[in-house]
T-cell receptor, first 113, second 111 residues
Framework: EAQVTQNPRYLITVTGKKLTVTCSQNMNHEYMSWYRQDPGLGLRQIYYSMNVEVTDKGDVPEGYKVSRKEKRNFPLILESPSPNQTSLYFC????????????FGPGTRLTVL | DQQVKQNSPSLSVQEGRISILNCDYTNSMFDYFLWYKKYPAEGPTFLISISSIKDKNEDGRFTVFLNKSAKHLSLHIVPSQPGDSAVYFCAAPNQGGKLIFGQGTELSVKP
């Protein structure tokens, strides 16, 4: 089944404890992206990757890191999480090209205490 | 700068009636628009799209209308069903291909 998977789905952590949210897609998509969803703000892009070893900042990159060593994986790293990073996170992927549909993962609910 | 705006955070409709969800945009360079639907505990899924060369696109119970002069689009659901209850996001890709999302509208369809 074609899909985007994220792990973990739920995570409660404490300020300053490094964490990684994994994202994997099995559709051979070039483009991958991370979003956060907050009430009243919609989906805001954190980082994106046009292909392997090519990443760039989105609208809200502060406090996050990403890497794209393989085409299928795009982990999101929070080196020192803070409470303002409490949010719902979505990974997405699509084929290269402006008009291609984006496929989203199921989301990761992160709470930073 | 919110280039895609959904000014209604929520909408409540009776089953069988029409649901109309609205979206406004400010960037006149946008030439393609998408609607995504999101259920709780799931990621958004693509629903319907429209190119700026059209003013209407229909898919079953879902129709999207585009008014380029007003920079406005709307999603019509007829007839509305309880299973349509979800958050709906309007989005447009910018020239670099990045999807710009609106804030979302939560639709509740009551039996």
């Amino acid at each position: 089944e074609a899909q985007v998977t994220q792990n973990p789905r739920y995570l409660i952590t404490v300020t300053g404890k490094k964490l990684t949210v994994t994202c994997s897609q099995n559709m051979n998509h070039e483009y991958m992206s991370w979003y956060r969803q907050d009430p009243g703000l919609g989906l805001r892009q954190i980082y994106y990757s046009m292909n392997v070893e090519v990443t760039d900042k989105g609208d809200v990159p502060e406090g996050y890191k990403v890497s794209r060593k393989e085409k299928r994986n795009f982990p999101l790293i929070l080196e020192s999480p803070s409470p303002n990073q409490t949010s719902l996170y979505f990974c997405a992927s699509k084929l290269a090209g402006v008009y291609n549909e984006q496929f989203f993962g199921p989301g990761t609910r992160l709470t930073v205490l | 700068d919110q280039q895609v705006k959904q000014n209604s955070p929520s909408l409540s409709v009776q089953e069988g009636r029409i649901s109309i969800l609205n979206c406004d945009y400010t960037n006149s360079m946008f030439d393609y628009f998408l609607w995504y639907k999101k259920y709780p505990a799931e990621g958004p899924t693509f629903l319907i799209s429209i190119s700026s060369i059209k003013d209407k696109n229909e898919d079953g119970r879902f129709t999207v209308f585009l008014n380029k002069s007003a920079k406005h689009l709307s999603l019509h659901i007829v007839p509305s069903q309880p299973g349509d209850s979800a958050v709906y996001f309007c989005a447009a890709p910018n020239q670099g291909g990045k999807l710009i999302f609106g804030q979302g509208t939560e639709l509740s369809v009551k039996p």
